[in-house]
T-cell receptor, first 113, second 115 residues
């Protein structure tokens, strides 16, 4: 069966450290992989997209890697801040059309002072 | 301001009483979707639309209907709600233009409780 797995346990890190979140998938061949941030009671907000032929993508303090052999994406936040505390969702775009995404359940990140 | 709006934001209803959740976007996006979010299950797509009068089932379409008569609006209809449709619902839109990130813009959510 097809599965997307994100660590369901909350990740607690200290301010200033790098947070690394994992998204593993099985039995999918996504064209794109996206990462979203979701704050409590609010809709997800798009952060980054990485294509199947890209290994790494960066945006300010964010970095995403995509290993289609391992079927894994890693999401890094460097120099983390308490304001980065949120739930982070990965989503697979199987068609590349952007209209049909399959989401993981998300990992909650808490950045402590 | 570019946004997706949903109404109502909160709704408590009873089993079998038809309801509609409205969704509107002001970004001229072709694609629109409805998701439900449940603890431990994440976001699951209910229906999506690629343009006016073009809709298709997502992963969990049972018990829901949609329509896309105008590009900006994509209402979600529950003809006979049941308690297992108690959930947090999100509408989203995205552009199909080449070169875009295909990012989805989400609405603020509608928390529905069916008693």
């Amino acid at each position: 069966s097809q599965k997307i797995e994100q660590n369901s346990e909350a990740l607690n890190i200290q301010e200033g450290k790098t947070a690394t979140l994992t998204c593993n998938y099985t039995n999918y061949s996504p064209a794109y992989l996206q990462w979203y941030r979701q704050d409590p009671g609010r809709g997800p907000v798009f952060l980054l997209l990485i294509r199947e032929n890209e290994k790494e993508k960066r945006k300010e303090r964010l970095k995403v890697t995509f290993d289609t052999t391992l079927k894994q994406s890693l999401f890094h936040i460097t120099a983390s801040q308490p304001a980065d505390s949120a739930t982070y969702l990965c989503a697979l775009d199987l068609t590349g059309g952007g209209n049909k995404l399959t989401f993981g359940t998300g990992t909650q990140l808490k950045v402590e002072l | 301001e570019a946004q997706v709006t949903q109404n109502p934001r909160y709704l408590i209803t009873v089993t079998g009483k038809k309801l509609t959740v409205t969704c509107s976007q002001n970004m001229n996006h072709e694609y629109m979707s409805w998701y439900r979010q449940d603890p431990g299950l994440g976001l699951r797509q209910i229906y999506y639309s690629m343009n006016v009068e073009v809709t298709d089932k997502g992963d969990v379409p049972e018990g829901y209907k949609v329509s896309r008569k105008e590009k900006r609006n994509f209402p979600l209809i529950l003809e006979s709600p049941s308690p297992n449709q108690t959930s947090l619902y999100f509408c989203a839109s995205s552009s199909r233009l080449a070169g875009r990130n295909n990012e989805q813009f989400f609405g603020p959510g509608t928390r529905l409780t069916v008693l």
